[in-house]
């Protein structure tokens, strides 16, 4: 019977919409979990999965058992009633989980050991970082015995199996912080989570235990080695998050300590009603002065257009120029542009080259920053750095700063790859690049490895988004942790689609004929297509805004 179930089961996406989410049908036949609706965060709220009923035969056990993997309630505590009583406290739920996608297949079944095939697009580690594998598989084994007259499960895989859309609801993806190097900026770190109330532990330990070997090249941890919560909980209460850190901490330096807290703020803030911190160090409550926001400085949230009469930020159909930028754009017949976060650096690309001015000083010389062929749209991060490539194959990356000294960066997918844009992030710890590849394009983000004094040194190890998929045509930061791109699917179909650095991607409006795009504060978004014409996202649809625009950016 267990051969005969166990093969037509599946996980269909949409096959149980709940009327309530609290209680569901315990035992389905065909798939592994409901479509769970809700939005709450409660734990009381979840899915609650039903236990093992008197007589359940080993099919019974085996899917309730997966279905129960919905309900993280009581760190899974109806799951482990599948289990044997010797097996259940050695049963590891978080330490993987499969966003799994198709059917599950059986592979082999002895009556008493059980393999099945599950198939998954992605999967979220203990420590909570988010890994896209596309088209991936996975064996799964379970042994099963009788205990007490009844079956139960005495050996399974450390993990559990979430559908796309019970994952969004089961999981969130929250900021983890590190300071840059120069305790400048705090860098977000995004990992996933479930929802519940032990959040604000996970978090605290993830900032413990350092960032993503990906990113530590570009972020410090003020946190010493060998710290640990001295109990593993941290307590919210009326706003507030206490931790109470092992004696490790007390190696943290007082001029740190400021940076230490900033840290923790910024992190916890991500738990619902967390406002302030207190952190205690074996037990003892210690006096903390609040540190630097880690943020950078605020710039206007309104986007800015190029046109022949210079850079304005437009809000609606109404534009607000930026003084002093008309006789500057027509001087240097500019099509595209770069401009600091205050406004006060101008970089434009025109005639050929790349040129810089500071806005606002009379007499403005103009200041060469790069004539090599081919040039890309310039950025500009906030230490005032100038980024330039081209899209010559193995073209290197360029970067100049404030005093006209210039660092080199190797091109590094190699001679023979084109680069097709970059994007550095609002605090200047990562940049993204998309590239030339076999079918079609790459996006890749790396840590900007910097010294003490900010100099740009090299660029840790990629992480490749392969969520964006083969074919994107442009590429902005929408925040700290999220990219905004113009992309193409399989048939042609041209898009804004947003993801975030270390999660998933979301499919926002169709597009034609896309240049460029961005999100800004709100969650609107912009688009210029090849024409000029400049769209605004509305509920249904774009609305034109203008005609003749060269270019669109944010300011920094």
Known sequence: MISKLLKTLAVVAFAAVLAS?????????????????????????????????????????????????????????????????????????????????????????????????????????????????????????FRLLQENGQWRIASAPDLTTLLAPNYKVLFKAVPVYFWDKSFSYLVPDVRWFPTRASLATKLTNALIAGPNPWLAPAVQNVVPKDTKLNINSVTVDAGTASIDFNSSALKVPNWKRPYLRSQLLATLGAVDGVTQIAISIERTIQLINAGPSGTPDDASILPIILTDAGLSHIAGTTQFEIRGTKDLVKTQAATDFAISRDESTLVLLGRGKVVAYKIGILENSDRLIDNRSKLLTPSIDPFGDIWTTTSVAGANIRITNRNSNQAFIANPFGSHVSIRGLAISPEGARIAIFHDAIRGTSVHVFAIRRDKNHKVIGFGEALPLTELGPKVEALSWSNGTTLTALARDGIGFQSTVEALVGGPKTIQRGTVNGKFALTVLGGSQYYLDSDGGLFVSRAQGWDRLQVAVKSLHMAG
Do not use: M
């Open 21 to 141: 989410c609290a209680k569901l049908p315990s035992i389905p036949t065909n798939q592994l979990g409901p479509e769970i609706t809700t939005t709450e965060t409660n734990e009381s709220l979840y899915y609650s999965p039903s236990g093992p009923s008197v007589g359940s035969s080993q099919e019974q056990i085996i899917n309730g058992f997966l279905y129960a993997g919905n309900g993280p309630q009581d760190d899974y505590a109806v799951a482990r009633e599948f289990l044997t009583k010797s097996y259940a406290p050695k049963w590891h739920p978080s330490s993987e989980t499969l966003i799994q996608t198709g059917s599950t297949q059986l592979l082999s079944n002895t009556g008493t050991k059980v393999r099945l095939q599950v198939d998954y697009d992605a999967r979220v580690t203990a420590d909570g970082n988010y890994v896209s594998e596309p088209g991936a598989s996975r064996t799964l084994e």
